[in-house]
């Protein structure tokens, strides 16, 4: 399957994060000049005073602007980290061969388990990618083994097969799930199977997890690709 993201550029952060600071900034500071201006005429207008506009200035525009302008900083750099992670690790998942079917991030709360369940099919198998866990404390049954996930390693398991799950942690465990086509299927096949899967399989799951989402906001787990 043909990569759609383009790759992460690291070095085009800073040059976004300054200039949507320094927009933001503009804009703070103008808004709170003109308010600050506003605010000294009616002040020296009571008061019967010639009006101070350097107070406009140094008392309420600029502090307003330097403050505003350090809050925009950190939450654009913070924004645009996450989505370099974000690129990167959508591209990665891209590049792999035979990639297919749906990709999210499965949250699991502290101290809970997932019942046994099978998937509907093994033309797929499914792969795991820790990226939060407490190490030794979650794990997963599939038949008759039982694995404990590693960081930095990839589970891939049968998902047709009964499994389960545990989160004995008192922390979240967090798996980031993909699936590939199974190995033994030609590749007529996998275009057959992505063809009925894009007309069936994938819009029936995003309009239940759009539905799910519109009614808990804790539903974050919504990527699906059309």
Not at 55 to 83: D, N, S
Not at 116 to 131: D, E
Not at 136 to 152: A, D, L, P, T
Request: charged share 20%; glycine share 4%; hydrophobic share 45%.
């Amino acid at each position: 399957m043909p990569s759609t993201s383009r790759p992460p550029r690291w070095y085009a952060i800073p040059v976004r994060v300054l200039l949507v600071t320094f927009i933001g900034t503009l804009i703070c500071f103008a808004v709170s000049l003109l308010v600050g201006i506003i605010g000294t005429v009616a002040v020296s207008a009571l008061q019967h005073t010639h009006a101070n506009m350097t107070v406009a200035y140094r008392l309420i525009a600029l502090p307003t602007a330097v403050v505003a302008g350090a809050i925009i900083f950190v939450l654009a750099l913070a924004m645009e980290i996450r989505h370099y992670r974000q690129s990167k690790t959508l591209a990665a998942i891209e590049s792999v061969p035979r990639q297919g079917g749906w990709l999210g991030f499965s949250a699991m709360a502290p101290r809970t388990h997932v019942s046994p369940h099978c998937g509907v099919t093994n033309a797929k198998l499914r792969c795991h990618l820790p990226i939060e866990l407490r190490p030794g404390e979650s794990r997963i049954r599939v038949h008759e083994q039982v694995y404990s996930w590693k960081k930095n390693e990839i589970f891939i398991f049968d998902d047709s097969f009964e499994h389960e799950v545990w989160n004995d942690s008192d922390a979240r465990r967090v798996i980031l799930i993909f699936d590939i086509f199974h190995p033994d299927l030609t590749a007529d096949e996998v275009a057959f199977l992505e063809k009925v899967e894009g007309l069936t399989v994938k819009q029936t799951y995003n309009t239940l997890m759009e539905k799910y989402h519109n009614e808990s906001s804790e539903v974050a787990w919504m990527y699906q690709k059309t």
